[in-house]
């Protein structure tokens, strides 16, 4: 059935009012707060809770008015909300480097590396324990195919727009309740995350790991400093250009720049599809490219964008902020409607290996922060190591609020250090090429060969991490640094 376009209207219509809905609650609720629950997530609750899997499902049961036995929400409304997030997520993810003067590598390489090898080496984790449970617990206890090796990193790393852009793909590969699990995940995660960080901060304070001055004396971390500036902070990030206007253009002017990064990354991945059914694709043949979302060529075609202004010395055209603007928008559309079209049935049939999803990568995030953190970072190792581990959890910027949280004067540069590791971090891993390609991968080469990959690579960045960089202070990277009298 067609959707029209006042039901598209309709659609986005109440997705505001429950954002409108959800900003009141978060003022006045201080739990939210406390957890740092961004707007789009209570708003996206509070659309499950009236639609037809809660609301709907207790009116039926009840035998309650007929009118409320599919919910508040009407059947259109639904439709189109679980078609937004695979086509805005394209434009979340077009909006991550432009407006951003990308440095040469070198330089990124120079400041963020250490960061570099901790987030990969976190990432690839994830897979390799995912892909481990599949092969062993989740296929064989509970049946579920081996694309469920893929979740942890997809819900964790990826975030609640990475698990719904990829809904047609799971849909495609015959795992559709994918997509739920691995939002599901993404909640699991952003709440954990804030949570766990918060406990690791008042830790490392009190051992002395977190917070030292040039004296040695432990320094109280400004929660409520950090609350009020990142208040309303979503899955974005800053940049040093985010204070500034840098140029004048209307709204309209930068939505066109998204579009032909969108564009670009379309051209793109039609000309690798079509290199790929040419070559090897061909008769019955390996294919991957050919089952590849738009999302992270649309990242890749911002990149070029980005590059091209940077070459002609016309940066000053694209304002960051109203960028952000884009991005975030288009976030908030894609949370509520995601988490408002989650089947809980799909989470309720698979409770016990979502549990244990949830459960080995919580731990094998706090783990590798701990351990891989003080031996990779060479300084300030716990306060700079908190920005991974909370972008491993399922927000970038619930890393933010930690390394706000942990070192409010940014005396680490850890700020700088993270927003510069995007760049070699994200078009890979996180929401990138290898996130994306990771369900098509499974599905066509298997889980072992994967899982050897990976394996290979989380070897190779946990051995380079510790060997290119490692702690050079031992009193500011946090190894056994004893707790002050």
């Avoid at 609350?227 to 204070?243: F, G, I, K, N, V």
């Avoid at 970072?377 to 908190?386: D, K, Q, T």
């Avoid at 760049?423 to 994306?436: Q, R």
């Avoid at 991490?465 to 190894?479: K, W, Y």
Wanted: hydrophobic share 55%; charged share 15%.
């Amino acid at each position: 059935m067609s959707i029209a376009i006042v039901d598209v209207f309709t659609a986005i219509l109440v997705i505001g009012l429950f954002l409108v809905a959800a900003k009141w609650l978060r003022a006045r609720i201080g739990l939210f707060r406390r957890l740092f629950l961004p707007a789009s997530v209570i708003g996206g609750a509070l659309a499950l809770l009236a639609g037809p899997q809660v609301l709907g499902r207790i009116a039926t049961a009840l035998d309650g008015p007929e009118a409320l036995q599919g919910g508040l929400l009407p059947d259109a409304v639904i439709e189109v909300w679980s078609e937004l997030p695979v086509l805005l997520i394209s434009v979340v993810f077009a909006c991550l480097f432009i407006g951003k003067r990308i440095p040469a590598v070198r330089q990124i390489w120079e400041i963020a590396g250490p960061q570099v090898a901790l987030g990969q080496s976190i990432a690839w984790g994830q897979y390799v324990i995912g892909l481990l449970l599949a092969l062993v617990v989740l296929g064989p206890v509970f049946g579920l195919p081996p694309l469920a090796g893929a979740l942890i990193e997809i819900g964790f790393e990826g975030g609640h727009g990475t698990s719904a852009g990829l809904a047609d793909t799971f849909e495609e590969f015959g795992f559709a309740e994918g997509t739920d699990l691995a939002l599901g995940l993404a909640t699991i995660g952003l709440v954990a995350g804030v949570v766990i960080g918060t406990i690791i901060i008042n830790w490392g304070v009190r051992t002395g790991r977190i917070g030292l001055d040039e004296h040695g004396d432990p320094v109280e971390a400004a929660r409520r400093d950090a609350t009020d500036d990142l208040d309303d902070l979503d899955d974005r990030e800053p940049t040093d250009q985010a204070d500034e206007t840098k140029a004048t253009d209307p709204l309209s002017i930068h939505l066109g720049f998204v579009a032909v990064a969108i564009a670009l990354g379309w051209l793109i991945l039609e000309g690798l599809t079509a290199l790929e059914v040419a070559t090897w694709g061909g008769d019955d043949g390996f294919e991957l490219l050919v089952h590849l979302p738009l999302f992270p060529l649309a990242m890749i075609g911002g990149v070029l964008l980005q590059l091209f202004l940077d070459r002609v010395d016309r940066e000053d055209l694209v304002d960051r902020r109203l960028i952000n603007r884009i991005s975030g928008a288009a976030l908030d559309l894609i949370i509520v409607a995601a988490l408002g079209t989650l089947s809980l049935q799909a989470i309720g049939g698979n409770l016990a290996p979502f549990a244990i999803l949830a459960v080995a990568g919580i731990v094998w995030n706090v783990g590798a922060f701990l351990l891989l953190a003080p031996r990779i970072v060479p300084v300030y190792a716990y306060e700079r190591g908190l920005g991974d581990f909370g972008q491993s959890m399922g927000m970038t910027v619930t890393g933010l609020l930690l390394l706000r949280i942990a070192d409010p004067p940014n005396r680490s540069e850890g700020l700088e250090a993270f927003g510069y590791k995007q760049l070699l971090f994200e078009p890979v891993v996180g929401g990138g090429l290898f996130t994306a390609a990771s369900v098509p991968l499974i599905a066509q080469l298997g889980a072992v060969p994967v899982l050897i990959g990976t394996s290979v690579l989380l070897a190779f960045w946990v051995v380079f991490g510790i060997t290119r960089f490692g702690p050079v202070d031992q009193e500011h990277a946090g190894v056994d640094t004893p707790a002050p009298e």
